[in-house]
């Protein structure tokens, strides 16, 4: 006895269903008020149970959508040589048998769920906060869930064959109606990976595709692509290359430094004499004291600290050396 149903052993299921919904009384005469014969009880559950929630077979607009679209076919090629090398691996068997290589059904759902990993399973559940690279952001209270289910990857997987390889009556396992040849198992791996990936908001259905290709190849589980795809970012202000002048302030002020306190930039040029970059310690070095500082400031530090060099202070050692040699230890009495 097998669990599963062939196209007429579904039309008959139907029609037996049909039957005893209308006549739930049949053959009980004392309570069977009223009959209503074939073919009338099931043209009454066709129009008013099966077809209004039927599914609607959209094989063929996917797969119009995936040939036309430059970004899911992107998404595609940014993985075909890794996908190949996986392809020529799990189908080294089948080529051996049969002479061609292709994915069988039940190998297919081997692949999703391994039953020697637990660890390794492609079908399940999977949850992950929203993280944030800004510190107390209230955004962080969101969770992102993705999932997929053996029913879900078997009907891809039967959604990705043509019509014409699809025929009534039992398969065996080199079928063409239960194998998958390279660009249907591509198919097959975008239908899943939008499933899949369909409940987090964050990632569109290109990132779905690569999302699920790195889990199908090992190379980030789900809750690493959530996060990636997820992350709120925090762009840095980099105030050397992307300050600008503010309303009624004149661009030598900024250059001055003058917002910015005794920081400065180095109006000479980028490299010194010894060839390295020139650095902020260099250019406070080699600067005025900043015109808002006291003359006591001025003068502290003109006791405290020789006279910087004309020349770069990293040109030499000994310039180094002469320096620190020449400068002052601080008094330890009171």
């Known amino acids: 006895m097998d669990q599963e149903l062939v196209l007429y052993e579904f039309v008959a299921l139907l029609v037996r269903i049909s039957f005893w919904r209308a006549n739930p009384f049949h053959g009980i005469h004392k309570l069977a008020n009223k009959f209503l014969p074939l073919p009338d009880c099931l043209v009454q559950v066709l129009d008013e149970v099966v077809l209004p929630n039927a599914k609607r077979d959209d094989s063929a607009l996917f797969r119009e959508k995936l040939a036309s679209d430059k970004k899911l076919q992107g998404a595609l090629e940014s993985y075909d040589a890794k996908l190949r090398q996986w392809w020529g691996v799990h189908t080294q068997s089948m080529y051996l048998r049969e002479g061609e290589r292709k994915v069988q ?47 879900q990857a078997k009907i891809a997987f039967m959604n990705s064959q043509s019509l014409d390889q699809m025929s009534a009556g039992v398969a065996t396992d080199s079928d063409a109606m239960t194998t998958l040849d390279y660009d249907e198992f591509k198919e097959c791996i975008a239908r899943v990976a939008i499933g899949k990936y369909k409940l987090v908001k964050a990632m569109d259905e290109a990132a779905a595709i690569q999302g699920f290709c790195a889990n199908l190849l090992h190379e980030a589980n789900e809750e690493e692509v959530m996060f990636k795809a997820t992350l709120i970012k925090a762009k840095r202000f980099d105030w050397r290359r992307e300050a600008k002048p503010m309303e009624g302030e004149k661009l030598a002020d900024l250059e001055s430094g003058s917002r910015y306190g005794d920081v400065r930039s180095c109006r000479t040029s980028t490299t010194s004499r010894c060839g390295r970059r020139a650095c902020t310690t260099a250019c406070r070095s080699t600067t005025r004291s900043s015109p808002r500082a006291s003359s006591g400031t001025r003068a502290r530090s003109q006791r405290t600290r020789p006279r910087t060099p004309s020349r770069c202070p990293w040109a030499s050692s000994r310039t180094l050396s002469r320096t620190a040699a020449s400068r002052p230890r601080p008094s330890t009495s009171t």
């Open 105 to 151: 059904f039940q190998q297919w759902q081997d692949l999703l769920k391994n039953r020697d990993d637990p660890g390794q399973n492609i079908v399940g559940n999977w949850e992950v906060h929203q993280e944030s690279e800004i510190t107390g952001d209230e955004r962080c209270r969101t969770r992102h869930r993705c999932s997929l289910s053996l029913p």
